[in-house]
């Protein structure tokens, strides 16, 4: 399993750096054509988006999976340790209510939008809803298996407080 993680975390790495190496590619280029050449890419716009949207979902997936996102926990440090738990399981629950709804979201836009092609590129727009089915499954699946390890190594407060609390980077004011 922990090798299936880093071969995932690779990939995810490697299409980030390749969605951004595109987007700035492209930009830089369109820029330089427009104000030298006084002309354009007419899908350098289109593609820039397409990939800062890929990049951006997939960048989140990977925050959530290396618990890097920002959070502000001053009030959760605070807390009893028995509420600590259930603070974490009711955020978690919110999310993963959001998740659900952004899943279902771009699961309608996605049915909506088969035979629906870009303006430019001529791309399926399929692909960029796809983006958001993608990111919310996936986030879905990791803050299930939060919720599991928690339950399975209840009783480990270091991991516990590990899990919940994520501010050991930051100083306190």
Not at 16 to 34: D, H, K
Not at 38 to 52: C, D, I, P, V
Not at 102 to 122: E, M, Q
Request: aromatic share 10%.
């Amino acid at each position: 399993m922990r090798q299936f993680n880093k071969v995932l975390d690779h990939v995810f790495n490697v299409l980030m750096a390749v969605s951004l190496a595109c987007m700035g590619t492209l930009v830089f280029v369109n820029v330089v054509l427009r104000y030298v050449f006084n002309s354009g890419l007419t899908f350098a716009n289109e593609m820039s988006l397409y990939f800062f949207v890929w990049l951006t979902l997939i960048g989140a997936i990977g925050a959530l999976r290396n618990n890097q996102h920002l959070v502000v926990d001053s009030l959760v440090r605070r807390l009893p340790w028995a509420i600590k738990i259930l603070v974490y399981l009711l955020g978690n629950g919110i999310v993963l209510y959001i998740l659900w709804l952004i899943f279902s979201g771009s699961l309608k836009l996605t049915r909506l939008n088969l035979a629906a092609k870009s303006a430019a590129v001529g791309l399926p727009m399929y692909l960029v809803y796809g983006a958001g089915l993608l990111m919310s499954a996936a986030m879905g699946i990791i803050i299930l298996q939060n919720i599991v390890r928690l339950f399975l190594r209840i009783r480990d407060r270091h991991f516990v407080d590990d899990l919940i609390s994520r501010s050991d980077d930051v100083q306190e004011v």
